[in-house]
């Protein structure tokens, strides 16, 4: 089975989600945001884009969404799948890393087996204003309307907080469900 590639967008956490599917016995493997379209569609099952600094330093990470494969964005993921489907990112009123209780309003795949309400860790240095048209909202704050969002037709997720770190509630619920979809979509 293909390993899963994490996206590097040089966030100081991409090494952590690395860790974390390694940890879950997830095949996965780093790589470069300016890794050839080719190698990524030949390479993987599912595509995780990680977390940084600069949606101007996102590479190519906004041409790996529309390679028929499932895509988890993390953070600036998140971003750059919002911005790619017609939607709007602005800073945030409160940056910089912290804690934050977010609402899940639709338990859908990718957030299976969540309570209705948890404790994550996230940067709102940015966040996704205007959601995309085609997208369902996931999850809430009192600081961010669109904390998760997904596709409504295609296996495409975001989220706004850190899974990978260990302040987030069971993080790793949401690389087991992203697994799972994985799973399902070469099985089809």
Request: hydrophobic share 40%; with cysteine.
């Amino acid at each position: 089975m293909l390993p899963l590639f994490v996206v590097n967008n040089y966030g100081q956490f991409n090494h952590l989600i690395l860790r974390a599917l390694r940890d879950l016995d997830i095949d996965a493997k780093l790589i470069p945001n300016t890794t050839p379209i080719e190698d990524v569609i030949a390479g993987c099952r599912g595509i995780i884009l990680g977390g940084g600094p600069d949606i101007s330093r996102a590479g190519m990470s906004d041409q790996y969404i529309h390679l028929k494969k499932p895509v988890l964005g993390i953070c600036l993921g998140l971003h750059v799948i919002a911005q790619t489907f017609g939607g709007t990112v602005q800073s945030g009123q409160k940056g910089g890393y912290g804690a934050v209780e977010v609402t899940i309003t639709d338990h859908d795949t990718i957030l299976t087996g969540y309570p209705e309400k948890m404790q994550v860790w996230a940067s709102h240095a940015d966040e996704v204003i205007v959601l995309p048209v085609g997208f369902n909202r996931l999850a809430t704050s009192s600081i961010c309307g669109n904390e998760a969002i997904a596709h409504k037709e295609l296996p495409v997720f975001g989220i706004q907080w850190h899974p990978e770190v260990s302040h987030t509630f069971e993080g790793y619920r949401i690389f087991e469900n992203f697994n799972h979809i994985c799973q399902d979509q070469t099985e089809v």
